[in-house]
């Protein structure tokens, strides 16, 4: 089992209560919300474990070696644009979210100019490293977040004031015709590190049958997390009330005993770590998908090569800082839903392309 492929899963699941995932199936709860993430996890387990079995057929290439090698040149350009252009919304997204959430929670007279300019920073400056660096460097912090968002969640779900009844009103709607809009959402939990496929280190070993079961197993545990925990904590009519649920969830949590008094900040800071990660991990991706991998023989040699890249980044950054000086939180949430539609048509296409190659691959044998 290959723990910097388990690693990509997990910080594309963490991200999920960020970028509005909550409050887009909050607005939906009596819609057809919870049936449509049952078909969600049916519909996007199935996706994934086609992918990982199509590439078990290529043994060790990454995503884009698959594409350069096995596919059209007139598909595998355009398809490396599109997906590196969903990679840098994505990166952008979350750093604009994590920004807003951060004035608004730590303080609210603080320039969000300068903490998007530290944001923009940071994540640019990550998104150069080395990709066995990333990697190394988010199997570390992915270890350190985990247990401390457990125990935020106990935290929460052991609270004497913490309402049962409200979770299990939601039950009254499990046979509610699935909203279709969410289902295309959700579906990022179990697919969204699919165009994350490109280093080396994440397909250095195939994909096993563990992950056929982790995968839906791990979604639907982080789901019922970011989902149903407000719902006790807040009630079901309370939670339409917060645009960043979690935020106001984890401010409900008071420690009697230890250093940090208020959840808030620990949740904050967990966040502040995965969403760098995710942006890192997006622009270097998104970069890569570009200029393609570094094992994939490149005809650019490796200096120009990482002035190509610091020069994307920086575009990018540019470009970031000032769509959110300009940009709106309703604009902002708006945009986010419309890139999960964009990313799980993605994330199709190149599911589709991979399985065509490899099922072109088995038939020349």
């Avoid at 079961?213 to 009519?237: D, E, R």
């Avoid at 622009?283 to 610091?310: C, F, N, P």
Wanted: hydrophobic letters at 55%.
């Amino acid at each position: 089992m290959n723990h910097y492929r388990l690693g990509l899963i997990g910080i594309v699941m963490l991200i999920t209560p960020i970028v509005y995932l909550p409050r887009l199936f909050i607005e939906s709860r009596y819609n057809g919300a919870i049936p449509a993430f049952f078909v969600s996890v049916l519909a996007g387990t199935l996706i994934s474990i086609w992918f990982l079995n199509s590439m078990r057929t290529f043994k060790g290439l990454t995503l884009i070696e698959v594409l350069e090698q096995h596919a059209p040149a007139y598909l595998s350009w355009p398809a490396r644009v599109v997906v590196s252009i969903a990679g840098y919304a994505g990166g952008a997204v979350v750093l604009m979210t994590m920004s807003s959430v951060t004035v608004r929670f730590i303080n609210p007279t603080m320039d969000i100019h300068v903490l998007l300019l530290c944001f923009v920073l940071a994540g640019g400056w990550s998104a150069l490293r080395t990709s066995q660096a990333l990697m190394f460097g988010m199997e570390y912090w992915v270890l350190l977040c985990v247990p401390l968002l457990l125990f935020l969640w106990y935290k929460s779900a052991s609270n004497p004031m913490f309402d049962l009844d409200a979770i299990l009103t939601m039950t009254d709607y499990l046979t509610v015709t699935p909203a279709w809009h969410l289902i295309l959402v959700s579906s990022f939990i179990f697919t969204g590190f699919i165009s994350f496929y490109v280093f080396k280190e994440a397909a250095k070993w195939q994909a096993s049958l563990h992950e056929a079961w982790i995968i839906p197993l791990a979604g639907l545990i982080i789901f019922c997390g970011f989902f149903f925990i407000p719902f006790g904590v807040h009630g079901t009519q309370a939670v339409d009330h917060y645009i960043y649920i979690w935020m106001n969830t984890a401010d409900s949590i008071q420690m009697k005993h230890g250093l940090i008094e208020r959840g808030v900040f620990i949740y904050l800071a967990v966040y502040m770590i995965i969403s760098l990660l995710f942006i890192s991990i997006s622009w270097h991706s998104a970069t890569m998908w570009i200029l393609k991998s570094d094992q994939s023989g490149v005809e650019v040699s490796s200096k120009k090569r990482l002035r190509y890249q610091r020069l994307l980044v920086v575009v990018v950054g540019i470009l970031v800082f000032v769509c959110a000086h300009y940009i709106s939180e309703q604009q902002l949430y708006r945009f986010t839903t419309y890139w999960f539609y964009a990313r799980f048509a993605v994330d199709v296409i190149l599911v589709v392309m991979v399985g065509s190659a490899a099922r072109r691959s088995k038939e020349s044998l």
